[in-house]
């Protein structure tokens, strides 16, 4: 079924003023959704998407393409004033995501093993847990909220962001230093170091 099909018609290259919500309607495409939403929100989460395609460019509020089939965000809205959500899809990488969220993004419950290609600026709380994470390398350089990275398979992500937000200057050596003093975790130390701990 595609968006075209829904009770909203065929919206093509317009502009619709309001929030759209098409969730759970077993979607497979986005063909027939407006250009730009003013005044509300893109909801098209808990469908079948494969694909962005022909989702709006724009939307003055929140976007919610959640719970769908997704492997990458590539065709997404780049003008978003609300949150982005697009957890709990199949998302291997964060390709195609605006460059600035005004309010939070959510892609937590997805298979990523990389933050490459996140948002550069996130003003509300920056969501990515439950996925393969193993680096905070390629974080957003800033989040005005939380950064929530539990359950991933390097559980120091959010201290790891704090310290390298806090001490922008510090050597490779020198953090890892001090991540060892924050978490006590032997990983951190050269590894000639962390034989003296194996008993």
Do not use: W
């Amino acid at each position: 079924m595609k968006f075209k099909d829904t009770i909203y018609g065929d919206l093509t290259d317009k502009i619709f003023v309001g929030s759209i919500n098409v969730s759970g309607m077993e979607l497979t495409s986005l063909d027939g959704s407006p250009k730009i939403v003013i005044n509300g929100n893109f909801d098209c989460s808990y469908n079948l998407l494969t694909s962005l395609v022909d989702s709006p460019e724009i939307i003055r509020g929140h976007f919610n393409c959640s719970s769908n089939k997704l492997s990458t965000l590539e065709y997404s809205p780049q003008e978003i004033d609300g949150s982005y959500m697009c957890y709990d899809n199949q998302l291997v990488s964060l390709k195609g995501s605006p460059r600035e969220i005004k309010s939070g993004f959510f892609c937590g419950m997805n298979q990523l093993t990389s933050l490459e290609y996140s948002p550069t600026k996130i003003d509300g709380n920056f969501n990515a847990s439950t996925n393969q994470i193993t680096t905070i390398k390629y974080a957003p350089s800033k989040i005005g909220g939380r950064f929530f990275c539990s359950d991933n398979p390097n559980p120091y992500l959010e201290e790891e962001y704090k310290a390298k937000q806090e001490n922008p200057d510090l050597s490779d050596d020198e953090f890892n230093q001090l991540m060892y003093e924050i978490t006590e975790c032997t990983d951190y130390l050269p590894v000639d170091a962390q034989e003296m701990f194996i008993f």
